[in-house]
T-cell receptor
Framework: DGGITQSPKYLFRKEGQNVTLSCEQNLNHDAMYWYRQDPGQGLRLIYYSQIVNDFQKGDIAEGYSVSREKKESFPLTVTSAQKNPTAFYLC????????????FGPGTRLTVL | KQEVTQIPAALSVPEGENLVLNCSFTDSAIYNLQWFRQDPGKGLTSLLLIQSSQREQTSGRLNASLDKSSGRSTLYIAASQPGDSATYLCAICGGSNYKLTFGKGTLLTVNP
């Protein structure tokens, strides 16, 4: 059953902690993306990767870091430098050949305590 | 910089009604446009993708149109059902890196 998985579904972080959100896909897609969603705002791009071992900053990369060591995985670390990390985080992937349709995971809700 | 606007922000209709959701964008140099559905607390489900060279796409009761010259897209939902209640998001892909710019969405409620 092909798709994108994200874990955990809910995550709680204390002030000053780094946390890592997992994103895995078995769609054989080259490109992967991380978005942040806040109430009343559209999705905003954090980071994206078009190929293994390469990634680019999106519109709101400050306070976040990523890695792309495997084609299937694109973890996102929310660092203590991110001042307002409470949000809903969505991972997506797309094929680099074809229509460019993006497919999304179920999301992780991060809350800072 | 691409800006995407969705009107209305919220819409409530009785079951069975046909309805139109609107999306406008400022830069007509687009690669494709996607319409998504999002249920509360869930991820996005892709509904329709319209390539830059296309005028419309259809899937079941859904029809999406694209007019690049005017910077507009519409999502038409025929014979609406309570199960259609969700937030509908429009997203523009501006180039071959497939980065998407999203509107804020339209919250649709279909009343039985």
């Amino acid at each position: 059953d092909g798709g994108i998985t994200q874990s955990p579904k809910y995550l709680f972080r204390k002030e000053g902690q780094n946390v890592t959100l997992s994103c895995e896909q078995n769609l054989n897609h080259d490109a992967m993306y991380w978005y942040r969603q806040d109430p009343g705002q559209g999705l905003r791009l954090i980071y994206y990767s078009q190929i293994v071992n390469d990634f680019q900053k999106g519109d709101i990369a400050e306070g976040y870091s990523v890695s792309r060591e495997k084609k299937e995985s694109f973890p996102l670390t929310v660092t203590s430098a991110q001042k307002n990390p409470t949000a809903f985080y969505l991972c997506a992937s797309s094929s680099q050949t074809g229509l460019g349709e993006q497919f999304f995971g179920p999301g992780t809700r991060l809350t800072v305590l | 910089k691409q800006e995407v606007t969705q009107i209305p922000a919220a819409l409530s209709v009785p079951e069975g009604e046909n309805l139109v959701l609107n999306c406008s964008f400022t830069d007509s140099a687009i690669y494709n446009l996607q319409w998504f559905r999002q249920d509360p607390g869930k991820g996005l489900t892709s509904l329709l993708l319209i390539q830059s060279s296309q005028r419309e796409q259809t899937s079941g009761r859904l029809n999406a149109s694209l007019d690049k010259s005017s910077g507009r897209s519409t999502l038409y939902i025929a014979a609406s059902q309570p199960g259609d209640s969700a937030t509908y998001l429009c997203a523009i892909c501006g180039g071959s890196n497939y980065k998407l710019t999203f509107g804020k969405g339209t919250l649709l409620t279909v009343n039985p």
